[in-house]
Every structure is written in structure tokens, then in C-alpha cells.
């Protein structure tokens, strides 16, 4: 399970890094996506399989759980309407009501017992932090599925962050978390006073950061203008 987890992780730290830059909608996008789609639910899911039976590790276990919900909220967007995926969108947003509450619950436990949380490389308040934004999908997806429908750049929105917040998690994951697995010289090399091994991760905000504002940019000159006629 654990070689499950780290081929799949950098399957999708590569995939991702090429659906990240190719242009949208291409076919390289869309073939590199299917592949991070894949190799990220496989990663999320080995994770949580070894973080909540095998290597107990509370704080991992959220995040493994919640990495995998982004990745099939995002994935059903584009490619299943509401109305056609409803159950199974329900359900997500089940999940992600049940997972918050979980998160908050074991901080809370925390605040009262710090004995009671079992984690290793993580900080506790991830689970406040992971807790909090769960509950936040949940109540968007609620309303998603209330409103029937969801178009244009909303649905691309709400795609890209999803996508881009699962490739900083396993980027972040993997660069930062585990830096005992490279080599010294990498881990106290800097370029520009920039940590090496934080530069995937800040690429990944930037480039987020970019599409999010190209996404609001192009939705602000479609939005139709509402034109007053004289009498």
C-alpha cells in the first residue's frame, strides 16, 4: 500500500504539473487530466487506507479524505450536469458535512487532551483549518444542488480551485513534508533566498492565482450589460 501511495503521488505531481501549464481544453490538458484525476484518487486513497487502519495518523487521514472529495467534485463538474449526477453529488456533499465535523470534533478533543490526537509530521491545526474549509464545500455544494444547475465560468471555477487545491496539497505533501527523502545539498539549497524545494509549491499558488484571475477577467467581460432604452 505505502509503494501504492508514493507511485501514484508522483504520477500526479507530474500530471498535474502538465495540466497545470498546458493550454485549457487542449489535448494534452484533458489527457494529462484524466491521469492526475486517477493517480491522485489512488494517492488520496492509499493515504487514508494507511493513515486510519495501518499507521494511525488523525491529521493525514483528513486531508487524504478531503484531497479525494475535491478531486471527484471537481471531475463530476466538467463532465456530468447537476441534475445527472445529483445522488452522487449529495452524497459528496454528505461526506465533506460528515468529514468537517470529524476534523472540528478532533481539534476539539485536542484543545481539551492533547494526548487524544495521534499524528506525526502534521500540526494539529490542520484539522481546524481542513475543518472549517469542509464544511464551506459542503454548504456550496448544498446549494449547488439546490439551484439545479451550475454554468459558465462558476462551473469553470469551481473546477479549477478544486483542481489546483488538490495539486498544492500533494505538492505541498511531498516537497515540504517530506524533505527528509532528499538529499541534503537540495534541502539547503535556496534560489533567490526562495527554499528549493518551496519553489514547485509557490508555483502552483502563482499559477492558481493566474487562472483564477484569467477565469474572473473573462467573466466580467461576457456578464451581458443591461441596456436602458429611451422613451
Not at 98 to 111: A, E, I, P, Q, R
Not at 186 to 197: A, D, E, N, Q, Y
Request: with cysteine; hydrophobic share 50%; proline share 3%.
Amino acid at each position: 500500500m505505502k509503494w501504492i501511495h508514493i507511485m501514484t503521488g508522483l504520477i500526479a505531481i507530474a500530471s498535474g504539473f502538465f495540466a497545470l501549464y498546458a493550454t485549457k481544453g487542449s489535448a494534452i490538458h484533458r489527457k494529462s487530466g484524466i491521469i492526475f484525476t486517477l493517480a491522485m484518487l489512488s494517492m488520496s486513497l492509499s493515504a487514508a487506507i494507511i493513515s486510519l487502519f495501518l499507521r494511525p495518523d488523525h491529521v493525514t487521514g483528513v486531508v487524504a479524505l478531503f484531497t479525494a472529495y475535491l478531486i471527484c467534485t471537481s471531475w463530476l463538474v466538467v463532465r456530468r450536469t447537476v441534475q445527472e449526477s445529483r445522488v452522487t453529488l449529495e452524497g459528496l456533499a454528505l461526506a465533506a458535512a460528515v468529514l468537517g465535523v470529524y476534523s472540528l470534533n478532533l481539534w476539539l478533543d485536542f484543545t481539551a487532551d492533547p494526548k487524544s490526537l495521534i499524528t506525526k509530521n502534521s500540526p494539529p491545526q490542520v484539522l481546524l483549518v481542513f475543518g472549517s474549509i469542509s464544511l464551506l464545500c459542503a454548504t456550496a455544494d448544498i446549494r449547488m444542488i439546490w439551484a439545479g444547475e451550475i454554468l459558465g465560468s462558476q462551473r469553470l471555477m469551481r473546477h479549477l480551485w478544486r483542481m489546483c487545491f488538490a495539486m498544492l496539497i500533494a505538492t505541498g505533501s511531498f516537497f515540504t513534508g517530506q524533505m527528509q527523502v532528499f538529499p541534503s545539498f537540495i534541502r539547503k539549497s535556496s534560489v533567490f533566498g526562495i527554499p528549493t524545494l518551496a519553489i514547485p509549491v509557490l508555483l502552483v499558488v502563482i499559477t492558481t492565482i493566474y487562472w483564477i484571475l484569467c477565469t474572473f477577467i473573462k467573466r466580467k467581460r461576457t456578464k451581458p450589460k443591461v441596456s436602458i432604452e429611451r422613451s
